[in-house]
Structures are given as structure tokens and as C-alpha cells.
């Protein structure tokens, strides 16, 4: 089992900055697929980036080099950078980890943690 735990949400104003941390615990193989993902109300959850074990990253279009995506291996950490932060992108943020291939044996979500951008 995996547990993860997200950090770091909260309120924000138009063009601001938040910064999300999601630490891993449990049975957490080296290989792992990370990623981040939200949803807003009334839409279907959407991947925003995610991140191989060698550093790999991969963003949705929406993001536009306002997100970066990292992680740290040793501690089972990863992290969204979000700046320039739109309302648009008011929604809960999970962070998930995975292994690619076998996504339904090995997958697990956060609790979310809520981004709200508004002034």
C-alpha cells in the first residue's frame, strides 16, 4: 500500500504563485510514474504534468511554461511550481503515482488538496 499526502494548496490571487508538495509513503518502487492532475467542479479530471523517474517531464497544453514539475527520488516527493496562475485554473489538485504498464496494479491517487485563484 501507498499513501500519499498533498500540501501546499490555497487561495490566490490572479498572476500569483502556489507551490504543491506530495510526499509518497508506503511501497514506493524506484520507477514510479508521477504525476499531478486536477479537477474542477463539474469537469473531468485532467492531467497537468507529470514526471518519469529519470526526470522526464510532460505538461498539458493549458499549462504554457507556467507550471514546472519535479520530484526527488530519495524522499518519494513531488512538486508543482505554478506561476501566473489564472482563474481558469481554480480546481482540486491530487497528485498520483504509478507504474507505467501496470497502472492497474500499481495506482494511487491523493486526497487533493484545492487551488482557488480569484481576486
Known amino acids: 500500500q501507498v499513501q500519499l499526502v498533498e500540501s501546499g494548496g490555497g487561495l490566490v490571487q490572479p498572476g500569483g504563485s502556489l507551490r504543491l508538495s506530495c510526499a509518497a509513503a508506503?511501497?514506493?518502487?524506484?520507477?514510479?510514474?508521477m504525476g499531478w492532475y486536477r479537477q474542477a467542479p463539474g469537469k473531468q479530471r485532467e492531467l497537468v504534468a507529470t514526471?518519469?523517474?529519470?526526470?522526464?517531464?510532460d505538461y498539458a497544453n493549458f499549462v504554457d511554461d507556467r507550471f514546472t514539475i519535479s520530484r526527488h527520488n530519495a524522499k518519494n516527493t513531488v512538486d508543482l511550481q505554478m506561476d501566473s496562475l489564472k482563474p481558469e485554473d481554480t480546481a482540486v489538485y491530487y497528485c498520483?503515482?504509478?507504474?507505467?504498464?501496470?497502472?492497474?496494479?500499481?495506482?494511487?491517487w491523493g486526497q487533493g488538496t484545492q487551488v482557488t485563484v480569484s481576486s
Open positions: 514526471i518519469t523517474s529519470g526526470g522526464t517531464t
Open positions: 498520483r503515482i504509478w507504474l507505467r504498464g501496470r497502472a492497474s496494479e500499481y495506482n494511487y
Open positions: 508506503g511501497r514506493v518502487f524506484s520507477n514510479v510514474m
